[in-house]
């Protein structure tokens, strides 16, 4: 994954919210360019991730961590454990972006904890800088605070994506997430903008394939088109309404 990061090119990823090695092999088998395992909103304990990070390494996907906060350990972990990026979620300002960086990379240029425990197996020994050069830190912007903050979190060096969270960015904001509001929309495409005019790589999880597409000819980057639950649940209705 780490060779297509600097390229123009849409990332189609799928989201893992459901426990289990199985689960996460059927989506990475599904083809998508990147999985996430979500640690923060998902069902997916700390005790499942390995297991899943080897499901999708079957198939060989990048895998991606959601972790559920902005706390060293959690990220250092899901990096020793060998995640390809982690997603950091709620960063508001510089100095926490500069948290979620810092905890990505080896001194000198970041406190990450020396211990490649299972990464090292499939990348062998590695320098810290080697290791710092594989690892892509994604914040998270979902707030009014960090829209208003963000070209301070974009001039952080070592943040390599935005991720935008466009339920929480809208519950910010005071909107209803169910509802199209034009407010809303604007957040989004100056995020964008900015971020591509920052050379930082700009993604957003979009729920359905034909949000991604809206997104995709806007100019974001890294898709999160949808998610393990959302795909069995819609099927699963299609099917019933059918026959009924």
Same mark, same amino acid.
């Given at each position: &994954?780490?060779?297509?990061?600097?390229?123009?090119?849409?990332?189609?990823?799928?989201?893992?919210?459901?426990? @289990?090695?199985?689960?996460?092999?059927?989506?990475?088998?599904?083809?998508?360019?990147?999985?996430?395992?979500?640690?923060?909103?998902?069902?997916?304990?700390?005790?499942?991730?390995?297991? &899943?990070?080897?499901?999708?390494?079957?198939?060989?996907?990048?895998?991606? %961590?959601?972790?559920?906060?902005?706390?060293?350990?959690?990220?250092?972990?899901?990096?020793?454990?060998?995640?390809?990026?982690?997603?950091?979620?709620?960063?508001?300002?510089?100095?926490?972006?500069?948290?979620? %960086?810092?905890?990505?990379?080896?001194?000198?240029?970041?406190?990450?904890?020396?211990?490649?425990?299972?990464?090292?197996?499939?990348?062998?020994?590695?320098?810290?800088?080697?290791?710092?050069?594989? %690892?892509?830190?994604?914040?998270?912007?979902?707030?009014?605070?960090?829209?208003?903050?963000?070209?301070?979190?974009?001039?952080?060096?070592?943040?390599?994506? %935005?991720?935008?969270?466009?339920?929480?960015?809208?519950?910010?904001?005071?909107?209803?997430?169910?509802?199209?509001?034009?407010?809303?929309?604007?957040?989004?495409?100056?995020?964008?903008?900015?971020?591509?005019?920052?050379?930082?790589?700009?993604?957003?999880?979009?729920?359905?394939?034909?949000?991604?597409?809206?997104?995709?000819?806007?100019?974001?980057?890294?898709?999160?088109?949808?998610?393990?639950?959302?795909?069995?649940?819609?099927?699963? @209705?299609?099917?019933?309404?059918?026959?009924?």
């Amino acid at each position: &994954m780490a060779g297509t990061w600097t390229n123009d090119e849409p990332m189609y990823g799928g989201w893992c919210t459901m426990p @289990g090695a199985f689960a996460a092999e059927v989506m990475g088998a599904a083809g998508f360019d990147w999985c996430c395992v979500d640690l923060q909103h998902g069902m997916i304990t700390r005790g499942d991730l390995v297991g &899943m990070l080897q499901a999708l390494a079957v198939g060989r996907t990048p895998a991606v %961590v959601r972790v559920p906060w902005n706390h060293p350990p959690d990220i250092m972990w899901a990096l020793d454990a060998g995640a390809e990026a982690v997603i950091v979620p709620m960063v508001d300002d510089a100095e926490q972006a500069h948290a979620a %960086v810092h905890a990505c990379r080896f001194a000198p240029t970041g406190g990450r904890s020396w211990g490649p425990t299972r990464v090292a197996l499939h990348t062998g020994p590695g320098s810290p800088a080697e290791f710092d050069a594989a %690892v892509r830190c994604i914040v998270m912007v979902e707030s009014v605070a960090a829209v208003e903050r963000l070209d301070e979190i974009l001039a952080v060096p070592g943040v390599d994506g %935005v991720f935008i969270g466009p339920n929480d960015l809208a519950v910010s904001m005071g909107i209803d997430p169910r509802k199209a509001d034009p407010r809303h929309d604007d957040a989004v495409k100056h995020v964008l903008d900015r971020c591509r005019a920052a050379g930082v790589l700009p993604g957003i999880f979009c729920g359905t394939a034909e949000r991604a597409v809206g997104y995709r000819d806007l100019g974001f980057r890294l898709l999160a088109v949808c998610s393990d639950v959302s795909l069995m649940r819609n099927a699963a @209705g299609r099917a019933l309404d059918a026959l009924r």
